[in-house]
């Protein structure tokens, strides 16, 4: 079973940096393609990120690529979400997710999401 549970969200500024973590209390983390959905207020789920279950392949929306860093620590059933030059619209709820295939993730049709972390970005 997967049970995801995010942290490290907050406040962050225009132009800095955010890690956020997501760690799996079930026993199939290293089973698992996991990814990052967002969720601004008023607009629709978004995708982020994903990883193939050996972080051997990551996906990017272009809104975060070349600044945003998905990896994973299979020895420690993490996922971490590197947020580095921040924007105001980067503000969202972020939700990990898992799923045997990481096109789900993408798709955001994922099996398993966890609660959501908020992330602020001031100007």
């Known amino acids: 079973q997967v049970q995801l549970v995010e942290s490290g969200g907050g406040l962050g500024q225009a132009g800095g940096s955010l890690r956020l973590s997501c760690a799996d209390s079930?026993?199939?983390?290293?089973?698992?393609?996991m990814g990052w959905v967002r969720q601004a207020p008023g607009k629709e789920r978004e995708f982020v990120a994903a990883?193939?279950?050996?972080?051997?392949?990551?996906y990017y929306a272009e809104s975060v690529k070349g600044r945003f860093i998905i990896s994973r620590d299979n020895a420690k059933n993490t996922l971490y979400l590197q947020m580095n030059s921040l924007k105001p619209e980067d503000t969202a709820v972020y939700y990990c997710?898992?799923?045997?295939?990481?096109?789900?993730?993408?798709?955001?049709?994922?099996?398993?999401w966890g609660q959501g972390t908020q992330v602020n970005v001031s100007s």
């Open positions: 990883s193939t279950w050996s972080g051997g392949s990551t």
């Open positions: 997710a898992a799923d045997s295939r990481y096109i789900n993730i993408v798709a955001q049709t994922a099996d398993y």
């Open positions: 079930g026993r199939a983390f290293r089973s698992y393609s």
